[in-house]
């Protein structure tokens, strides 16, 4: 089994930015897909971002393109999700998860991932 945590977490202003790191322990992530989705009070847990486990296809939810990155670096078994331009309505907690292995497209539905970190918290204010 993987062991996954998530940093990076915090409070930023409308606009501005922040990094989170998901940081993978135990089994390897190298052959699977990873995704970021976040829960928002009130929301259900919705789908942010993904990348397939080369790297070479990332995927993103519409409300987030342009302004997050999603990338991941196999050796040194981290997932990234850059942030920018960061309004309120991104405030939630945010999870790294890991799916299927050698898929090309990695997915966007939670049921696609098997394991999940603790979540960090995203506060923008306005």
């Known amino acids: 089994q993987v062991h996954l945590a998530e940093s990076g977490g915090g409070l930023a202003q409308a606009g501005g930015s922040l990094t989170l790191s998901c940081a993978a322990s135990?089994?390897?992530?190298?052959?699977?897909?990873m995704g970021w989705f976040r829960h928002a009070p009130g929301k259900d847990r919705e789908f942010v971002a993904s990348?397939?486990?080369?790297?070479?296809?990332?995927w993103y939810t519409d409300s987030v393109k342009g302004r997050f990155t999603i990338s991941r670096d196999n050796a040194k078994r981290m997932v990234s999700l850059q942030m920018s331009g960061l309004k309120p309505e991104d405030t939630g907690v945010y999870y790294c998860?890991?799916?299927?292995?050698?898929?090309?497209?990695?997915?966007?539905?939670?049921?696609?991932?098997?394991?999940w970190g603790q979540g960090t918290q995203v506060t923008v204010s306005s």
């Open positions: 998860a890991a799916g299927k292995q050698w898929t090309l497209v990695a997915g966007t539905d939670s049921s696609d991932y098997d394991d």
């Open positions: 990348i397939n486990w080369s790297g070479a296809g990332t």
């Open positions: 135990g089994r390897t992530i190298s052959s699977r897909a």
